[in-house]
T-cell receptor, first 112, second 113 residues
């Protein structure tokens, strides 16, 4: 079945450490997105990519980085510059406007 | 500034007690409005897309409607399995081919047996 796979489901980061969240899709979608979700808040856009080797900053890109070397993959790195990284991270993809996004199951990142 | 506001933040219903969730938006150039359902610890699941005022869509006990300023998600005779957070999102023409969505903060619905 087609879908989006995020891994790991839970991730713990120490202070000053960079961590990478994986997002893989087999839907043949062109566009991919990373959102952050905090309790009581809506999803906020971190980065998005419309094609391979191209990506744009969203509303809260500071402290994050991404790459898009393959159409299927859009990993997110949370760097040590992100001062408050504890959140639920969601990856999504889209091929057009009709059905909006397809989301992955999320990665919960906690700073320890 | 583009804004999407959902109300109420939380709603508790008895099984069978119908109600509505509201999503009001202040945006320029609405391309589409989306409703998603999100269960705890999971990614949002697509429910509906609405494109123009007056449009309605239905799925089982859910019915979504759209006006020029807001959308309603009507839940008829809800069951406990309808308990979830319901998210509203807008897509603007200005987003072009990037198709970003701007989300509201959601309504957490609890249906008691």
């Amino acid at each position: 079945d087609g879908g989006i796979t995020q891994s790991p489901k839970y991730l713990f980061r120490k202070e000053g450490q960079n961590v990478t969240l994986s997002c893989e899709q087999n839907l043949n979608h062109d566009a991919m997105y990373w959102y952050r979700q905090d309790p009581g808040q809506g999803l906020r856009l971190i980065y998005y990519s419309q094609i391979v080797n191209d990506f744009q900053k969203g509303d809260i890109a500071e402290g994050y980085s991404v790459s898009r070397e393959k159409k299927e993959s859009f990993p997110l790195t949370v760097t040590s510059a992100q001062k408050n990284p504890t959140a639920f991270y969601l990856c999504a993809s889209s091929s057009g406007t009709v059905y909006g996004y397809t989301f992955g199951s999320g990665t919960r990142l906690t700073v320890v | 500034e583009d804004q999407v506001t959902q109300s109420p933040e939380a709603l508790r219903l008895q099984e069978g007690e119908s109600s509505s969730l509201n999503c009001s938006y202040t945006v320029s150039g609405l391309r589409g409005l989306f409703w998603y359902r999100q269960d705890p610890g999971k990614g949002p699941e697509f429910l509906f897309t609405l494109y123009s005022a007056g449009e309605e869509k239905e799925k089982e006990r859910l019915k979504a409607t759209l006006t020029k300023k807001e959308s309603f998600l009507h839940i008829t005779a809800p069951k406990p399995e309808d308990s979830a957070t319901y998210l509203c999102a807008v897509q603007l023409f200005s987003s072009g081919s990037a198709r970003q969505l701007t989300f509201g903060s959601g309504t957490q619905l609890t249906v008691l047996p």
